[in-house]
């Protein structure tokens, strides 16, 4: 009796060491497969408040996002090393545009039917980042805008009115490369929150979009 | 006892000096730390650029010029308490010291004299108790 389980003595020691010091590829998943799953999020109301509501396509749930002429965004606070968890990957799919005229004022052009924000919160807000990447209707995939909040935010350009919009997209974006190609220098170290938001308060029209399978995850090792 | 008003609040002591920064200091460490968590607590609440430019920032502007229009008063305030408040324990320093000296100069008629709302008065009386006991 002894003899055997000295001799499976080494694979529990093996599996225990798997099980503590084993790297999860994915530091958060929000798959909204529960329907507990948006309370985690909180709201906050920039300009009247958007249904963020949690749909069903079968067994899985995704978050919809209508909004009639308001502004709010959706966001959970995380807290990891951006160099441990580099990538973010979520699905989107715009239903529809803000409508912003050819001539759309800057609050007008300020609209975006679907935004995903990474957001590095300091100590303070002048020193707190946030990146933002935003599915345009007009704008050129690739493009890099700046804010009226102030120098911290960045958005960047990721789809366009172009791109495929019947099915759902999938995005992968690496936030550590991203955060330097938008900002021209090295992230904070720190995550703090992820937001979704969809606006159309500035042109008082109505946007639609939907948002699923969030994850934080690592670089696939090579 | 007559009532006897204060003249000087300040005695030039670096017991007085050493009071008034244990009371201020701690004090403005306290509103700077209030206000920070204040801010901060808003802040971290808001997150979103959007919100905190078009809503905390234009109240905390608001907050500031308030705070700062308001500085000079509360600083006057603040610094009046602790000088009227050191100076309940710093002030009879001196005279005690003359009248104690004059006692043990051989005047044994000389008495301990303190305002009622100095600190040391419970000492004092004491003290002016044991000379009327000495002098019988």
């Known amino acids: 009796m002894l003899k055997r389980l000295l001799r499976i003595c080494p694979f529990i020691f093996c599996l225990f060491s798997l099980i503590v010091f084993a790297d999860p590829v994915y530091f958060k998943q929000f798959t909204f497969d529960d329907d507990n799953d948006l309370l985690k999020w909180k709201k906050m109301i920039l300009n009247r408040e958007v249904d963020y509501l949690l749909r069903w396509y079968g067994a899985q749930g995704f978050v919809q996002a209508s909004s009639n002429g308001a502004c709010s965004a959706l966001y959970r606070r995380v807290k990891y090393r951006l160099t441990d968890y580099p990538l973010i990957s979520w699905k989107w799919k715009v239903e529809q545009f803000p409508d912003i005229g050819e001539k759309g004022t800057e609050a007008e052009k300020d609209d975006f039917a679907a935004r995903f924000y990474v957001i590095f919160s300091s100590w303070s807000f002048s020193s707190s980042k946030f990146l933002e990447y935003v599915w345009a209707k007009d704008l050129e995939v690739g493009t890099v805008l700046g804010s009226k909040s102030g120098e911290n935010v960045k958005r960047i350009v990721i789809r366009n009115s172009s791109s495929e919009s019947e099915t759902w997209l999938a995005e992968v974006r690496n936030v550590y490369e991203d955060y330097k190609f938008a900002f021209g220098q090295e992230p904070p170290k720190k995550v703090g929150a992820v937001a979704i938001m969809c606006d159309a308060d500035g042109t008082n029209s109505i946007a639609e979009s939907l948002f699923d399978d969030i994850q934080i995850e690592r670089l696939a090792e090579k | ?136």
Not at chain 2, 17 to 34: D, E, N
Not at chain 2, 47 to 55: K, N, Q
Request: hydrophobic content about 50%.
């Open chain 2, 1 to 136: 006892m007559a009532k006897r008003k204060r003249r000087r609040y300040f005695v030039n002591n670096t017991f007085q000096y050493r009071y008034i920064a244990v009371v201020i200091v701690p004090l403005i460490i306290l509103m700077a730390g209030l206000y920070y968590i204040m801010y901060y607590s808003m802040f971290t609440h808001m997150l979103i650029p959007e919100a905190v430019t078009a809503t905390l920032l234009p109240a905390m502007k608001k907050v500031n010029f308030v705070l700062l229009a308001t500085l000079p008063v509360t600083l006057f305030l603040i610094i009046r308490a602790a000088l009227v408040d050191s100076n309940r324990v710093v002030g009879p320093v001196s005279r005690l010291e003359r009248e104690l000296d004059m006692i043990l100069a051989g005047d044994r008629s000389v008495r301990l004299n303190i305002r009622a709302k100095d600190d040391l008065k419970p000492i004092v009386d004491r003290m002016n108790r044991v000379l009327d006991t000495i002098s019988k």
